[in-house]
């Protein structure tokens, strides 16, 4: 018995779904990894074009690999903190759970789509693939042949899954770190406490020890495998990297050792042992410190993890050299463009014919797949109606954004036996 948890914790929307061999949370893990949606993450970019290449990894690589650390990190937490003990303990199969479904709402083209989303959803509700992540498990988990249905998780992978709680109305039409308004409920839910829930910029700052968890566990595994991915297509090298330190000797300062690391690393043809040995140097750097003030009747926010800073200062240069020698590339820029200008044209063509009626949908054309217009032609509004269609988007794997894009825009390419989104 783990007295790290109570009833609340597992409680479904759906209610108690009666005796079964798993726990709760371990219910929670095997529905998101025999989901759909989670196998669609291996022809979702993480960083690199997805099939472009054999070696590198996707969505799904990379959230398998940042659910082992979460696990890892759960485990050295119990075998070294003096909080926890063999009967009180955060649970590594809720971890899991979180860290496996936690990019389950990223569209294609990496976070260069997610922006291109917000844009076209920015007067709309905005678009986030956090927010979207909560959307699929609450709302569109699971197809039947009436609509969609949610996962129905427990409250405590709701909650770890929540990495920000500021509703998109509360921000400002900020372009990230937002849940939609509609989602309100789910904040509301989780909040296991008779204070009034926070709002606003102070909702963000509440993040379960789960939640925390899987968001280390997340940082660890971009911010050491993006450079590995870079260093074998060949967007790191050795050159590129001591030119670029020329301007950035300030960061370098603060983790001057990583930077000698990373040029070791270089040198050498196969990078991934002495990544690997960085991987199990990032677990071991946080600890577990006591929440005060806690007001929630819950353990799950009576604790908060800490990094070790020599790791933290290693982990936010490493994370800036990817982002200006590898995403800012002239190769990745020009792919993001490229993802870009595609859904805006499938937004554009599905909007014109679904939604607002000026396209050519009266002349009988329906180029969507029969369920995918009900669903659209049966939302209740047009904003709604406009979700749907972000929800269609965000939901194509790269293939399929490219795939719809030819058949629609390019004169020389049709297939009738192309499979289309459904």
């Given at each position: 018995?783990?007295?790290?948890?109570?009833?609340?914790?597992?409680?479904?929307?759906?209610?108690?779904?009666?005796?079964?061999?798993?726990?709760?949370?371990?219910?929670?893990?095997?529905?998101?990894?025999h989901?759909?949606?989670?196998?669609?993450?291996?022809?979702?970019?993480?960083?690199?074009?997805?099939?472009e290449?054999?070696?590198?990894?996707?969505?799904?690589?990379?959230?398998?690999?940042?659910?082992?650390?979460?696990?890892?990190?759960?485990?050295?937490?119990?075998?070294?903190?003096?909080?926890?003990?063999?009967?009180?303990?955060?649970?590594?199969?809720?971890?899991?759970?979180?860290?496996?479904?936690?990019?389950?709402?990223?569209?294609?083209?990496?976070h260069?789509?997610?922006?291109?989303?917000?844009?076209?959803?920015?007067?709309?509700?905005?678009?986030?693939g956090?927010?979207?992540?909560?959307?699929?498990?609450?709302?569109?988990?699971?197809?039947?042949?009436?609509?969609?249905?949610?996962?129905?998780?427990?409250?405590?992978?709701?909650?770890?899954?929540?990495?920000?709680?500021?509703?998109?109305?509360?921000?400002?039409q900020?372009?990230?770190?937002f849940?939609?308004?509609?989602?309100?409920?789910?904040?509301?839910?989780?909040?296991?406490s008779?204070?009034?829930v926070?709002?606003?910029?102070n909702?963000?700052?509440?993040?379960?020890?789960?939640?925390?968890?899987?968001?280390?566990?997340?940082?660890?595994?971009?911010?050491?495998?993006?450079?590995?991915?870079?260093?074998?297509?060949?967007?790191?090298?050795?050159?590129?990297?001591?030119?670029?330190?020329?301007?950035?000797?300030?960061?370098?300062?603060?983790?001057?050792?990583?930077?000698?690391?990373?040029?070791?690393?270089?040198?050498?043809?196969?990078?991934?042992?002495?990544?690997?040995?960085?991987?199990?140097?990032?677990?071991?750097?946080?600890?577990?410190?006591?929440?005060?003030?806690?007001?929630?009747?819950?353990?799950?926010?009576?604790?908060?993890?800490?990094?070790?800073?020599?790791?933290?200062?290693?982990?936010?240069?490493?994370?800036?050299?990817?982002?200006?020698?590898?995403?800012?590339?002239?190769?990745?820029?020009?792919?993001?463009?490229?993802?870009?200008?595609?859904?805006?044209?499938?937004?554009?063509?599905?909007?014109?014919?679904?939604?607002?009626?000026?396209g050519?949908?009266?002349?009988?054309?329906?180029?969507?797949?029969?369920?995918?217009?009900?669903l659209?032609?049966?939302?209740?509004?047009?904003?709604?109606?406009?979700?749907?269609?972000?929800?269609?988007?965000?939901?194509?794997?790269?293939?399929?954004?490219?795939?719809?894009?030819?058949?629609?825009?390019?004169?020389?390419?049709?297939?009738?036996?192309?499979?289309?989104?459904?």
């Open positions: 018995m783990n007295r790290f948890y109570q009833d609340a914790d597992f409680a479904r929307a759906g209610g108690d779904r009666g005796e079964d061999y798993r726990t709760p949370f371990a219910i929670d893990r095997d529905r998101v990894i989901s759909p949606l989670f196998r669609k993450l291996q022809a979702k970019t993480q960083v690199f074009l997805s099939g290449y054999d070696f590198y990894r996707t969505r799904l690589t990379h959230s398998i690999e940042v659910a082992q650390i979460g696990r890892s990190i759960v485990q050295y937490l119990i075998s070294n903190s003096p909080l926890l003990s063999e009967d009180f303990h955060p649970d590594a199969d809720l971890v899991e759970a979180c860290c496996l479904a936690h990019d389950l709402g990223h569209p294609p083209f990496g260069a789509g997610e922006r291109a989303l917000h844009n076209l959803m920015r007067d709309r509700g905005g678009f986030e956090n927010a979207q992540t909560l959307r699929l498990l609450t709302k569109n988990f699971y197809e039947r042949g009436t609509g969609f249905k949610g996962m129905d998780p427990t409250l405590a992978c709701l909650d770890g899954v929540m990495k920000y709680k500021r509703l998109y109305g509360e921000s400002e900020a372009p990230n770190h849940i939609y308004d509609d989602q309100g409920i789910f904040r509301e839910r989780i909040w296991l008779d204070t009034p926070p709002t606003g910029l909702a963000n700052e509440w993040k379960s020890l789960e939640c925390q968890i899987m968001d280390w566990a997340d940082d660890t595994a971009y911010c050491l495998n993006d450079l590995i991915d870079g260093k074998k297509a060949g967007f790191l090298t050795i050159e590129k990297l001591e030119k670029w330190a020329v301007d950035n000797g300030e960061a370098i300062a603060k983790s001057e050792r990583a930077f000698n690391e990373l040029l070791e690393v270089l040198r050498k043809e196969n990078p991934d042992p002495l990544f690997g040995r960085k991987v199990g140097n990032f677990i071991r750097a946080v600890h577990l410190e006591e929440n005060p003030g806690n007001p929630l009747k819950t353990h799950r926010y009576a604790y908060r993890i800490t990094v070790d800073p020599i790791i933290e200062a290693e982990a936010s240069l490493y994370k800036k050299i990817a982002f200006d020698l590898i995403f800012r590339s002239p190769q990745l820029q020009q792919i993001e463009y490229k993802g870009t200008f595609i859904l805006e044209r499938l937004f554009g063509a599905i909007f014109d014919h679904y939604v607002d009626g000026t050519q949908r009266h002349h009988g054309i329906a180029f969507l797949p029969p369920r995918a217009g009900k659209i032609q049966e939302a209740e509004n047009e904003s709604e109606k406009i979700r749907v269609v972000s929800d269609l988007l965000s939901g194509l794997s790269d293939t399929e954004a490219l795939r719809m894009y030819k058949r629609l825009f390019d004169p020389d390419f049709a297939s009738i036996a192309d499979l289309t989104i459904g």
